[in-house]
């Protein structure tokens, strides 16, 4: 079978890795770099390549650049390997092959990934050596990218700029994207950009997971049940108090419009509504309790229905946590660090990403609003309904429209750091450097823009993996619409977990294998005559032991299909009556015992057991 045609995308930067045969050493000595130079700056000048960022390791070396065309980049890669393992080979008198097969390559796009691209070169695969180039130092060898150059006016606020980005961590998430990317010569974009490119090259450009997809056979309901613990378990250490909420509203009381901006009004022929969010639910009983206004922590979960353009009504599960009485960023720290414990505690970590922006108050975020309605208006002609609704509206959802001509237009359009004021950026940046001391992974998105009524702080938590529903959570500070609706100034802040998305991650990345497990103890009868006595032991041993999970095994099948069964539930105790010698074989599976006991041991043996 022919290898696949390595893919080259004209116009934007490549990120390019290769790396010692075997894993050998690649570099043992300063004059082995001075010589690998020698060798990039002959064929940079050579093939017109743009390097923007490099890291040279002792086994790996990381090039970020841009090339004319495939062939130039496939010239440049083949000069310097060659040329360096000639000299490689003659001074440290070795022979053969210094490279591991091919270089590995893949596309960037650069709105999107190009700084994060060039901070992960720079700052996560370097070791102890001096050999990379943060911050574009050495100036000679590098060249600024557009995106780098955005950075600030002069060399010095875009090094200040990039020194600051630089300092909190890489999302896990972002790390593994950009790494399977390299692997598997696939395009690093998001799913729109990605999606574009694919319509134009007819060809799968996004990573794939290997191997064919698993089957899993598991309980969905107890699949939730589990899910719903870890939460609910997690808010009780942060001391947040449960509330139920009627899954209908009356009209009158939810007069006003909702809360979210996702959800037509779902009316009913008596008057009433469905649930379309938990923060309205929450806001009526502030208001009916005044008391709660002032440091309260409340949470929810329960079903939720949408409607939107008129369709057909779907429901979805969200668990929404809100803090009322905080105005202080501190409420927001709290929460992001409740949002990262949630995710650790699923081990989905490595898989989300979490994104934050700052919209400033109602008054600066207005102001951007209209700006970009004087910006846009003049091309009014030039849109679709769909872009008049939205210039109405909201126009800051034109910024991220991918068609052509709405891209050509978002390159010059008003932006909404000239319309924030000093302390809208402060309370921002306070946000940033908390997160990082946290070390709490974060990616500032200046295109993420609120669909609910937010003000200030916004933050979203995304799975890239997952190719729809890709919004796992969304939160911020809501101080404007809560004051509006309750009629008097409140200071709110929360937000919603999404459970379908994260049941989905859960299901896609196999971390669920272990709650399906959710069985102690099992009793299995050897014999039909031992059937009484296995009912009586498990009445018996489920009072002794009210916190343990037991199971009568109450099957015909055979003795050893049904030893199997218990073990592929999770059961850490397989008890086996024989009905002749009242004796119970006790079969600890964690510990892999099997030993033989009269039947009336059976309970002081188990609480033996569970000590050890």
Known sequence: MPRKNRLFIDGIPHLVQLCGHNDETIFKGEEDYQYF?????AAMSIYAIRLHAYSLSSKKIFLFLSAPDKECLGRFMQYIAKGYTHYFNHRHQRHGTLWDSRYNCCPVEPNAY???TKKYVECHCVDETPHHSFADSPEVRITPHEEYLRLGENAAQRSGAYQRFCLGMIVPAVITRIESSLVQNCLLATTPYSQSLEEKYQRNLRPRKSGRPRKHYQNPAADWEWLEKKAEYLLQQYCYKEIRMPLLERLEENATRSFSGESDELMLN???????????????????YQNLQ???????QGAMFRRQNQQNISQFHQLGVEAFGYPDIGIEIELISLQYDFFKSLQLLPFVELKVNTLGNAEEFTQF??????????????????????????PERLLSDKDNLMLRLAEKAPQLEACLSLQSRQRFTHLCDSLTALNIPFTHDKNLFPVNDYNDQLFEWYADSLHHNKLLCRGGRYDNSASRLIGHPVSACGFAFMLEPIMQLLTATKKNSDYAKHVDVVIIPSQERARDQAILLGRRLRRNFPH???????????????????????????????????????????????VQIPLHEVTAHLSMALMM
């Open 37 to 41: 130079y020698q060798c990039i700056d």
């Open 114 to 116: 190009f700084l994060l």
């Open 270 to 288: 008596h008057q009433a509504l469905f649930r379309g969010d938990g923060t309205m639910g929450c806001l009526r009983l502030l208001s009916q």
């Open 294 to 300: 002032i440091g309260t922590r409340l949470w929810y």
């Open 369 to 394: 609003r209209r700006h970009l309605q004087q910006y846009y208006q003049p091309l009014a002609s030039l849109l679709n309904a769909r872009q008049l609704a939205c210039l109405e509206q909201h």
């Open 548 to 594: 343990l999970s037991i199971v009568n095994d109450c099957s015909t099948l055979r003795l050893s299909t049904r030893q199997k069964n218990a073990q592929r539930q999770g059961a850490r105790f397989i008890l086996l009556i024989d009905g002749s010698d009242n004796e119970v074989t006790f079969c600890d599976e964690e510990n892999h015992c099997w």
